[in-house]
């Protein structure tokens, strides 16, 4: 049997054919009106049970033919020739995907190794002041009475070059070119650069 065999033509029974005041019995007029969905039930089940047949029959011939592998020279040149393409693309974004890794790995290392400079200053209240290093720092961490913040002011803070140190959306601490800057406003309780207040810093190189 074919899945042409399970087409169907037209329904045993249509519905337009009752007369528009039927007088047949219930339970015959009710057959009538399942009929052709049981056709088509039995028709679609038909078609399933003989796709499973033919899926259990390509599955056997697959299986005797080329066993559990399909090998290379099985296939076309031109589908050889695109799988192998694959096959280098994908080494060459695994390799890439590894040396960004390993770049990565050593960037981590470098900066675990960087150098660590100390000092002081003291602030003398002007309204913005270079601390000069030399050099510009990978991140500068300011203290003042070894604490960054008190409930009323900030006095310093961690600054990295793309993340200064802000006080209520304000500069408190930029690392620049050759060393940071630091700030007094005093209405905005900033306080880097009090007069008077002694500041430690370590500047990573």
């Known amino acids: 049997m074919s899945f042409s065999d399970?087409?169907?033509?037209?329904?045993?029974?249509?519905?337009?054919?009752?007369?528009?005041?039927?007088?047949?019995?219930?339970?015959?007029?009710?057959?009538?009106?399942?009929?052709s969905p049981e056709e088509l039930r039995q028709s679609v089940?038909?078609?399933c049970d003989d796709a499973d047949r033919l899926e259990s029959r390509v599955s056997g011939i697959i299986a005797e033919t080329f066993g559990d592998t399909i090998d290379k020279s099985m296939l076309s040149d031109e589908l050889a020739a695109e799988l192998d393409a694959k096959a280098t693309q994908a080494a060459l974004t695994?390799?890439?995907?590894?040396?960004?890794?390993?770049d990565t790995s050593l960037q981590t290392a470098v900066a675990e190794k960087c150098e660590v400079y100390y000092g002081t200053y003291t602030g003398n209240g002007a309204a913005n002041r270079l601390i000069?290093?030399?050099?510009?720092?990978?991140?500068v961490l300011s203290l003042s009475n070894g604490v960054t913040m008190y409930s009323y002011g900030t006095y310093g803070g961690l600054a990295f070059p793309d993340?200064?140190?802000?006080?209520?959306?304000?500069?408190?601490l930029v690392i620049e070119e050759n060393g940071f800057r630091v700030y007094f406003v005093d209405n905005s309780s900033i306080y880097t650069n009090r007069s008077g207040n002694t500041y430690i810093f370590l500047a990573f190189q």
């Open 45 to 47: 089940n038909g078609i």
């Open 132 to 139: 000069e290093l030399g050099f510009q720092p990978k991140a």
């Open 6 to 35: 399970h087409k169907i033509m037209s329904f045993t029974h249509k519905i337009t054919d009752l007369p528009d005041q039927p007088n047949l019995p219930a339970d015959e007029l009710k057959a009538r009106f399942d009929s």
């Open 163 to 172: 993340q200064p140190v802000k006080s209520g959306g304000s500069n408190a």
């Open 94 to 102: 695994a390799e890439q995907t590894a040396r960004e890794d390993a």
